[in-house]
């Protein structure tokens, strides 16, 4: 099994940033694919960002430019740097890891950009 913890989440105003923190621990392998997904009040949850195996790495277009997906390895997290948020980025975020045959979900973190 797999656990992830997210944490970052918070309330912020448009034009400002955010770090979403996602950190995985219990049986985990080496090859694997982690990012995140997002989920706005009323919306189906939509693909946000993903790395696959520290060799590429992908983002839903409305947030090319705006948001930064990293990883440490060696902490076995990985981080979305949120910046120039926009309303439309209020969402509930949560991390994913897919490995093998299995993805495991976080239990999400709130982003919410309000003035």
């Known amino acids: 099994q797999v656990q992830l913890v997210e944490s970052g989440g918070a309330l912020v105003q448009p034009g400002g940033s955010l770090r979403l923190s996602c950190a995985a621990s219990?049986?985990?392998?080496?090859?694997?694919?982690m990012g995140w997904y997002r989920q706005a009040p009323g919306k189906s949850r939509e693909w946000v960002a993903s790395n696959w195996n520290g060799n590429h790495t992908d983002y839903v277009d409305s947030v090319k430019g705006r948001f930064i997906l990293s990883r440490d390895n060696a902490e076995n997290t990985v981080y979305l740097q949120m910046n120039s948020l926009r309303p439309e980025d209020t969402a509930i975020y949560y991390c994913y890891r897919t490995q093998g045959d299995n993805t495991y979900w976080g239990q999400g973190t709130r982003v919410a950009v309000s003035t």
């Open positions: 219990g049986s985990l392998f080496s090859i694997y694919v």
